[in-house]
């Protein structure tokens, strides 16, 4: 995965999402935040609110739980969770 962005969102239960993206954008405890490749490290809690997604290559989707405007563009609605960004990978955590 070097030189690539990288996303996972996962349940307690399953996988949501895994693929290398474009960026996410995350309803952030102080508002929307985005991320994008080469970003500093970073764990950030997230509140209620969208999760927008522009990917390149999806690996994996959970199409019950992500909504999509085409092949490349996904929303996914979380009601809270945590965040970390280190080389490259962001995990999304959600309840």
């Known amino acids: ?23 996410v954008i995350l309803p952030g405890k102080d508002g929307l935040f985005g991320v994008l490749k080469n970003h ?8 209620k609110g969208s999760v927008k997604i522009d990917a390149i290559n999806v690996h994996n989707i959970s199409s019950d739980t ?3 405007d085409n092949e490349k563009n996904f929303n996914f609605e979380v009601e809270g969770g945590v965040v970390e960004v280190l080389n490259n990978h962001v995990t999304v955590l959600v309840g």
């Open 66 to 68: 992500i909504g999509s």
């Open 40 to 47: 500093a490290p970073l764990i950030a809690t997230l509140q």
């Open 1 to 23: 995965m070097e030189g690539k962005l990288f996303l996972e969102i996962r349940t307690p239960d399953k996988e949501i999402f895994r693929g290398e993206i474009e960026q």
